[in-house]
């Protein structure tokens, strides 16, 4: 009796497993057209003049953002940057055994990551700003986050192109930034600066191998198929497991320091600060880890002036790092009272203001960016942290593009409301199920003409079965749309478009 009991749970199981392998083929690899999605990924990775122009400038408004530090130009190089097709290409054409499609791929991605350095090292050459600010230093010590937030997005942009969903490509392009990097890459070279040039290549690196190994095992899970035999599709994903590993290793190693790093710098802080009054605050910390030794330059806001304060510093700092350092402390009297007190809040107050101020022009240039209209164009109210801005018709871009432009916005602005008022593109379909209950993707379909249509401002007329109708009616009349029946239809499918526009509508 006790023998037959793991046999009886072995033998569920595997019929469970039997069950979930012949729904993956029926329900989910069945309802992919891989033809299609083929022949859309191979038009993706040719080398055509268009390509071409348009890296060409996406890296030059890459580089003039990191010259420049600006956050929102940087965006904008990542939205134009078409480098996601070939990396993509690599991964499909590998997974279904199309060396040519490989080879194509590959030599659009060389080809246009090779131009994109040169370019940007000829306009860091011709440039007066040739300084690593913190946007160039940023991209210059990758790790392993870096290679999950590759993973992720890998995974994402996979499916979305086998699945149709081509709108959250521009998320999966800002999350992985693929030009910055080159960008980078390309200021190492013209400044000389071997350091930045290794680190932004090798973060560029993590993220190609990693966007195309993650395609090529999606592709397998979806199904499509490949004319090699088994042995060398085993070969296929060994070198694909070999590739994340030799990644893996480097980019843990290097999490593993900056950690280190981080602890330190904490314990560097209170060194520094052990050797003032109490009411002191560290106003300012800067280390350089590669310098020999180690160089820590500090300001310090301090009641009373200390003359051994570098000294002290130093043999606390080297028992915690242990090594050798040279340490620079600036001191700036402040008073102790209570007017000093008074005059130190009315600062702050007005370096938060200031820096308010900063942030909301700083959004209002990254919502004009992405929308494709001027600075002026955006509506930005500081005291209610609002944003609105209407965007250009821009080519290409479908309703759930835009969608994910102000979701990306909104969730660097946590704490702002954004709104992105898109042109009235077409509205996708609703699909329904054979118990008329909306499918998964009917049910992104409403979601998506909820948020459109609140957006603009418009009427929504339904067309199709009288039950699904009014299903898909009533969800969107509860998401406050305004809606109408205006025919019927087939069943499994509910038809949307736009009704009459209001006046001020795109």
């Known amino acids: 009796m006790a023998s037959e009991a793991p046999a009886k749970t072995a033998y569920s199981f595997g019929r469970v497993l039997a069950s979930w392998r012949l729904w993956w083929r029926k329900d989910v690899v069945g309802t992919v057209n891989q033809a299609d999605v083929i022949a859309r990924r191979r038009e993706d990775c040719l080398l055509s003049a268009r390509y071409l122009l348009m890296l060409a400038m996406a890296a030059g408004i890459a580089i003039l953002g990191l010259l420049l530090s600006s956050p929102a130009v940087i965006i904008g190089a990542m939205l134009l940057s078409p480098l996601m097709g070939p990396i993509m290409g690599l991964g499909f054409g590998l997974a279904i055994g199309d060396f040519l499609w490989t080879r194509q791929s590959a030599k659009s991605l060389f080809v246009g990551s090779l131009m994109s350095i040169l370019f940007c090292a000829l306009i860091?050459?011709?440039?007066?700003?040739?300084?690593?600010?913190?946007?160039?230093?940023?991209?210059?010590?990758?790790?392993?986050?870096?290679?999950?937030?590759?993973?992720?997005?890998?995974?994402?942009?996979?499916?979305?192109?086998?699945?149709?969903?081509?709108?959250?490509?521009?998320?999966?392009?800002?999350?992985?930034?693929?030009?910055?990097?080159?960008?980078?890459?390309?200021?190492?070279?013209?400044?000389?600066?071997?350091?930045?040039?290794?680190?932004?290549?090798?973060?560029?690196?993590?993220?190609?191998?990693?966007?195309?190994?993650?395609?090529?095992?999606?592709?397998?899970?979806?199904?499509?198929?490949?004319?090699?035999?088994?042995?060398?599709?085993?070969?296929?994903?060994?070198?694909?497991?070999?590739?994340?590993?030799?990644?893996?290793?480097?980019?843990?190693?290097?999490?593993?320091?900056?950690?280190?790093?981080?602890?330190?710098?904490?314990?560097?802080?209170?060194?520094?600060?052990?050797?003032?009054?109490?009411?002191?605050?560290?106003?300012?910390?800067?280390?350089?880890?590669?310098?020999?030794?180690?160089?820590?330059?500090?300001?310090?806001?301090?009641?009373?002036?200390?003359?051994?304060?570098?000294?002290?510093?130093?043999?606390?700092?080297?028992?915690?790092?242990?090594?050798?350092?040279?340490?620079?402390?600036?001191?700036?009297?402040?008073?102790?009272?209570?007017?000093?007190?008074?005059?130190?809040?009315?600062?702050?107050?007005?370096?938060?203001?200031?820096?308010s101020l900063r942030r909301a022009e700083e959004l209002g240039r990254s919502l004009a960016l992405v929308a494709g209209v001027k600075d002026e164009d955006v509506v930005v109210d500081r005291q209610r942290r609002r944003a609105v801005v209407t965007a250009r018709p821009l080519e290409g871009a479908t309703l759930a593009a835009y969608r994910e432009l102000e979701s990306r916005i909104a969730a660097m602005e946590p704490d702002w409301t954004i709104r992105l008022r898109p042109p009235a593109r077409p509205l996708p379909a609703i699909a329904f199920d054979e118990e008329a209950k909306p499918t998964d993707e009917g049910r992104a379909a409403l979601n998506l003409i909820a948020w459109a249509a609140t957006r603009i401002d418009a009427p929504v007329d339904l067309a199709g079965n009288e039950t699904e109708r009014a299903i898909a009616l009533q969800a969107l009349s509860d998401s406050g749309v305004r809606v109408h029946a205006s025919g019927d239809g087939e069943a499994g499918r509910v038809v949307a478009s736009w009704g009459t526009l209001t006046e001020d509508a795109p």
């Not at 095992?217 to 060398?232: H, P």
């Not at 904490?266 to 020999?292: C, H, K, P």
């Not at 510093?313 to 080297?318: D, L, P, S, T």
């Open 124 to 355: 860091v050459f011709m440039s007066p700003l040739q300084t690593v600010t913190a946007e160039i230093a940023a991209r210059t010590r990758p790790n392993l986050f870096d290679l999950l937030v590759a993973l992720f997005s890998g995974v994402a942009g996979a499916y979305a192109m086998i699945r149709g969903r081509e709108g959250t490509i521009v998320g999966v392009a800002i999350a992985t930034a693929l030009m910055p990097p080159l960008a980078v890459v390309g200021f190492g070279l013209a400044t000389f600066n071997w350091t930045v040039f290794g680190g932004a290549l090798m973060l560029f690196v993590t993220n190609l191998v990693t966007i195309a190994g993650t395609a090529f095992v999606m592709a397998k899970l979806y199904g499509f198929r490949t004319s090699l035999t088994e042995r060398q599709t085993h070969l296929q994903f060994g070198v694909t497991l070999a590739a994340f590993v030799a990644l893996a290793i480097p980019l843990g190693i290097s999490l593993i320091q900056i950690a280190k790093e981080s602890r330190a710098q904490r314990d560097i802080r209170g060194a520094v600060l052990d050797g003032f009054a109490g009411s002191s605050r560290l106003a300012d910390l800067q280390i350089n880890w590669d310098a020999e030794p180690i160089l820590v330059a500090a300001t310090v806001l301090t009641p009373q002036y200390r003359a051994d304060a570098e000294a002290t510093a130093a043999r606390a700092i080297e028992r915690v790092v242990d090594d050798p350092v040279q340490v620079t402390v600036t001191q700036i009297e402040v008073g102790s009272g209570a007017a000093a007190a008074e005059r130190a809040q009315l600062a702050a107050a007005q370096a938060q203001e200031e820096a």
